[in-house]
């Protein structure tokens, strides 16, 4: 998933804004990717005007009851423009959970502020739905006349070739493809699972199977080793092979 995640938070008192906003960056600390969380209280023009002509997929975490309307409205609206987009719905009642669901909104989680794991099962809501949003990651560009789509989870690495503003993508089943761009602008619409190894190389770590840092190697799971290792991006894929 590249660029910038945007969550927004509708809830009717301040103070569960702010436990909202305290359970996204929870959250969001495992994962290297630029995120923005937004508050309000209502729904204002500006949130309208977003709903309708944003295209990018999002995080909606609404409350049922709200100042002048209900979190099931705003979902309505949502869903009238966006099908991509994940919501969760929030309440102090138990009541409503058959409403919710009865309209047919994919409505991601119902959460019960009243229970004592609000804050808890909300982290991991958002957190199972990174996962899925960076499990359907797909980057995407031109090449010459036609339009290539491919998902980030089927890559192997990608390495910038010598002398030249030019990039090959290595997939994971051997294919490869090479692309007329800098590794710069490819990083920023990959995922937060690819690191970068070298200068000339960035690696999707879930296609690692094995590093040797004495030797400056990648071990690939479909065999292939890369050399494109430096030490200024040591430091990073050590905790990620500590963690692993």
């Not at 702010?18 to 209280?41: C, G, Q, S, W």
Request: hydrophobic letters at 35%; a neutral charge; aromatic letters at 10%.
């Amino acid at each position: 998933y590249g660029g910038s995640l945007r969550v927004e938070g509708m809830e009717d008192k301040q103070k569960d804004l702010e436990r909202t906003r305290l359970a996204v960056n929870k959250a969001m600390v495992h994962y290297d990717i630029d995120y923005r969380v937004n508050t309000y209280t209502e729904l204002t023009p500006e949130l309208e005007n977003f709903i309708k002509t944003n295209n990018d997929t999002k995080i909606y975490i609404l409350d049922i009851e709200l100042k002048s309307t209900s979190g099931i409205e705003v979902a309505n609206i949502i869903r009238k423009y966006d099908w991509k987009s994940y919501i969760v719905v929030t309440t102090e009642y138990t009541n409503h959970k058959s409403e919710v669901f009865h309209f047919r909104l994919m409505i991601v989680d119902y959460i019960s502020k009243g229970s004592g794991d609000y804050s808890k099962r909300l982290i991991e809501t958002i957190s199972t739905i990174y996962e899925n949003i960076e499990k359907d990651a797909i980057l995407d560009f031109n090449f010459g006349s036609r339009h290539h789509r491919i998902l980030c989870n089927e890559i192997a690495y990608i390495e910038k070739e010598p002398q030249q503003t030019k990039c090959t993508i290595h997939l994971i089943d051997g294919a490869s493809l090479s692309i007329n761009t800098t590794l710069v602008q490819i990083k920023k619409k990959l995922t937060s699972k690819f690191y970068q190894s070298h200068q000339a190389c960035i690696v999707n770590s879930e296609a690692i199977r094995d590093i040797d840092f004495s030797q400056n190697l990648i071990k690939l799971k479909n065999d292939v080793v890369i050399s494109l290792l430096s030490e200024r991006h040591k430091k990073v894929l050590r905790q990620f092979a500590k963690h692993s």
